[in-house]
């Protein structure tokens, strides 16, 4: 397949279907049914008497005689079956074979529908048992207490395996450019510790191939590749899994500008992702064995772990800080009442969920800052832009004065920044700066790779054909975001979301609800004066009625009805109390020490014979005094336990719970239950008088139990919140002063 490589493709060259291997081995390629050969390398007539285009079409063991196999009993349908049961290449390869008399390794791999023969020399000058070596290799690397010391003796370890001239540990940055972090080099050589190298160097589709093949050697840059030759025309083989896949021309061509006459690289892979390489130069072509490589892989591997171990160790530090901050500020705005003094004013403040120099709260039409930070006229300027150019909420950049060139003018304070959106239609947001950060970066030549004409006009890659420290100095950039800051960042905005539409919103929204909540109250009044109290006259009368004219009635009988009569007048005495407190409103409330145990205990009574649900599993914990009022008291947690029971009782057990506790100078009641919970549409509906949820329609209720309850406790200067998951269940939350 032809593909020709120019600017505007370098990075989506296919480089798994070269068409071409090294030369340093020959490659079959069977179908995995038929075991008839359907691809083969040119080169195979180097190695054995036979020609390359004759074998295509044949079984592979046409091909078997001419190998003159050593061991009469190997045969290789055997291991091509070998092959196709194993899960992974890894458990079976390499195989030992000899062919004509000569050791090979031979390396089975996957492709689409063939199974890949690779025949590699064993022919290597490492005169030490590798395999040996990797314990003390391993133990001398983990010896290193700090990142770099690890990376360090890494590098040194691997040189002293396969004896390259240059081993480097090579990591990749965000943007894919990559830059040398630890170095073991002949003395003659010059350095490339600290140097930097474009991304372009080892484009995507290649750190791609680097994820899925841990290590690759390129043994002789001036080798002639060999090409793949097949009948099926137009369907190029797929060499992902191969080890002697051949190298993109441009990359040869890289380094053999770098003077390199061999490389050997091994991934690292942290977290699932490529963190970098080690880098292995020779300037003078070097072959080693696939065991040789294998052992290298290992090392690798090891060294993968341990750089997720120590990369995590080095950074937890300032996670823990920063979570800290935001567990710490997520309270504070749980218990105050004005947000922008939950986030501002305490020893810990908004500022400290990241590492920023300075943070700006714009909210309640009030700009709020801390450290440094652009002035407020410069603040409403990056606030417009912010309204339009954020799109998912959070916004962040090191480079801010490049994007938006008016922040030219602070640099010193916000050459990064990092925002989160509370109300876009309100522009209310926290937006975190950082400085700006000069710094020169040193690359291995110019990172701008020059181009060059070719006859067709077409502008052509040229790899870089000198490699001289080429420094750049950076301007407008601030140090980047990191991932810690970033997920603190979101968690907090949610936070603070949820206590906007908890309290905020309610403020604001006060005046313009109050008539209307004065009219629901009046609604209410008449529907528990004429709707409630006169059928419920009714059935007092009709039971006392009963009870004394029919002499019939046995015990049983007689204490239902005495039941019915006991609860129609508990019943008119709170009606008779809601009334009072719906038209009063605002009159003083009579505090008194009430006993929550003797409380919650006739409580549980009631609403379980009242419900009466099966596989009912009902739980008292702590029981602390609350100081309220007796009845209002009551009739809150009435409803909060008569609710668990009810949206509970599906299911198989049904939970319910409640337990209060003594904290910071509060009382606070929990009552959780296992139901069908709240769908997060309602959440900031669920204290509306006559609001019910769609899947709260099958159960009884009116939809002013917990209205009266919010107000209940809000007259008791308490709070009351919740947390809910649907299908899982829901916890209230209620606190009062103690």
Known sequence: MDFKVDLTNCDREPIHIPGKIQSHGFLVAVNSKTYVISYISKNIEQYVDVIAQDMLGKPITELERYLELADDSTHLTQLLNLAKASKTDDVINPLAINVKGAGYNLILSKSNDELIMEFETTDSDLDLDVQKSIGRSVAEILSGKTLGILLQNAAAEVKKIINYDRVMIYKFNEDGHGEVVAEVKNDDLEPFFGLHYP????????????????????????????????????????????????????????????????????????????????????????????????????????????????????????????????????????????????????????QDVTTADGVALIFDDEINTLGNTPDIDQIKHIVEWLKVNMID?????????????????????????????????????????????????????????????????????????????????????????????????VKIREDIIYAINRKANEIRLLNERLQVAYEELDTFSYTISHDLRTPLSSIKNYSELLLSTNKSLDDSAKKMIERIIKGTDKMSMLIKEILHYSRVGRTDIELVPINMTALVTEIKREVTAALNVPNLEFTIGDTPVINGDAVMITQVFTNLLNNAVKYSSKSQPARVKIEGKISNGEVVYSVSDNGVGIDVNYYNRVFELFKRMDNAMDYEGTGVGLAIVKRIVERHKGRIWFESKLGVGTIFYVSFKN
């Not at 160097?201 to 080798?223: C, F, G, H, M």
């Not at 899994?241 to 690292?268: C, D, E, T, W």
């Not at 990064?416 to 950060?437: D, H």
């Open 393 to 489: 909420g959070i916004y962040y950049t090191y480079r801010f004065p490049e994007i938006f060139p008016a922040a030219k003018e602070y640099t010193d304070v916000a050459s990064g920044i990092m925002a989160c959106m509370l109300s876009k239609e309100l522009g209310e947001m926290v937006i975190w700066f950082k400085p700006e950060q000069i710094k020169s970066i040193t690359w291995a030549g110019n990172p701008e790779k020059p181009v060059e004409e070719d006859a067709n006009g077409l502008m052509q890659l040229s790899p870089r054909k000198s490699f001289d420290s080429w420094n750049q100095i950076v301007k407008n950039t601030s140090e980047k975001w990191k991932n810690d800051e970033l997920a603190a960042v």
């Open 199 to 350: 991304a372009s160097d080892i484009p995507k589709q290649a750190r791609e191939l680097y994820k899925i093949n841990l290590t690759r050697i390129i043994a002789d840059v001036d080798s002639e590749s060999s090409p793949i030759i097949t009948y099926q025309e137009g369907t190029p083989l797929d060499l992902t899994h191969s080890a002697l896949r051949a190298v993109s021309p441009i990359h040869i061509q890289y380094l053999k500008n770098m003077g390199v006459g061999s490389s050997f690289s091994i991934s690292l892979i942290a977290h699932g992702e490529l963190w970098g390489l080690v880098a292995c130069h020779n300037y003078s072509p070097r072959f080693i064995d696939y065991k040789a490589r294998d052992a290298s892989k290992l090392i690798g591997q090891i060294l993968s772990s341990a750089l997720e171990y120590r990369q995590d160790e080095e950074d937890s530090e300032k996670t823990t800080a920063l979570n800290e901050a935001v567990n710490t500020i997520a309270d504070y705005i749980k218990k105050d009442t004005d947000i922008a003094f939950a986030l501002i004013k305490n020893k810990v403040t908004i």
